[in-house]
């Protein structure tokens, strides 16, 4: 006897085929922090500027220890009553220790000025990790240290923050499907008696990521970044104080060719900045950062090289 074969580009077939798939709510993808719900569109648009020359050295003594040594020479800004902003020349050295295992991360730096800061990563459990950071100055009242406690579920995360000031601060943020997260904070800042509430939603798949973020301070946050390919990323965001009614837009892009990575942004103000790293040589890497601000007239260049084996 004959048997029917259904042909598979019927139309049975395609509507088969065009099926969602069934999400399973209780096998869901743990999120990213609430704190970095940010972090592709604050890469691309928002990278690490710099004025003046720059020079990094760091020295790899074993699997775990090393040392870095880091020179910067440029112009600070001093703030004024005026509108302009006035520029004296400074040159500092910064030397610092950096312990790296799987479960503890220890990060010192040392600073002509005085300034002595560290951070230190500690994995208590498999899910429980401590992260603290601290800063002594100085300067009265500029001192300051955090504490945070970042409990990582199956699906979901939450965060403890405790800080001098009387800051208490608690975070946490939930995989509502494969590709939405949703989250809130709260904190409290008792030595200025003020609290404020925060909430936050994060959808992102592997072309593109979106987020959200308002808090009761006045601050709202969008982002967007869409991955073009494997190596051009676009970004914008917009970033709004209904309280001063401030805003600002920008859109920027991200660059990672074979031998260097190129990040450049223009803003609503007018200001355009980008960013260059070019790997020389297995080690040594060269950088350029420029920022270009017509409307203030404040125009900053930077070249730097990073040395490290």
């Known amino acids: ?159 403890m923050q405790l800080g001098n000031g009387g800051l208490v601060g608690a975070s946490y943020i939930q995989s509502v499907t494969p590709h939405l997260s949703l989250g809130g904070e709260v904190f409290w800042a008792g030595q200025h008696r003020k609290s404020g509430l925060g909430y936050a939603a994060r959808y992102s798949t592997d072309k593109m990521v979106t987020s959200g973020q308002i808090a009761s301070t006045g601050m709202v946050a969008l982002s967007y970044v869409q991955k073009v390919s494997e190596k051009v990323s676009l970004a914008t965001d917009l970033m709004y104080n209904y309280m001063s009614r401030d805003v600002t837009a920008s859109c920027g892009y991200d660059y990672v060719l074979r031998q260097c990575r190129l990040r450049g942004k223009i803003d609503s103000n007018g200001c355009a900045s980008a960013f260059l790293e070019e790997r020389l040589n297995m080690g040594l890497n060269f950088l350029v950062s420029a920022e270009i601000d017509h409307r203030k007239k404040d125009y900053k260049f930077g070249f730097g090289l990073t040395v490290g084996e």
């Open 1 to 159: 006897m004959a048997t029917f074969v259904q042909p598979t580009n019927s139309p049975a077939a395609a509507a088969e085929s065009k099926k969602p798939e069934k999400v399973d709510y209780l096998d869901l993808p743990c999120p990213i922090p609430y704190e970095e719900i940010h972090r592709e569109a604050m890469m691309s648009l928002k990278p690490e500027h710099f004025e003046g020359m720059r020079f990094d050295f760091t020295k790899v003594l074993n699997q775990r220890f090393s040392l870095s040594h880091s020179i910067a020479m440029g112009p600070m800004e001093v703030p004024s009553q005026s509108a302009e902003t006035f520029k004296i020349p400074t040159a500092n050295y910064e030397f610092g220790a950096n312990f790296i295992d799987p479960k503890l991360m220890l990060f010192g730096r040392i600073l002509t000025d005085g300034r002595l800061s560290a951070r230190v990563k500690c994995d208590l459990s498999e899910n429980l990790t401590m992260k603290a950071n601290a800063q002594l100055t100085n300067e009265p009242h500029m001192s300051h240290g955090m504490f945070n406690f970042d409990y990582k579920g199956t699906d979901y995360r939450g965060q």
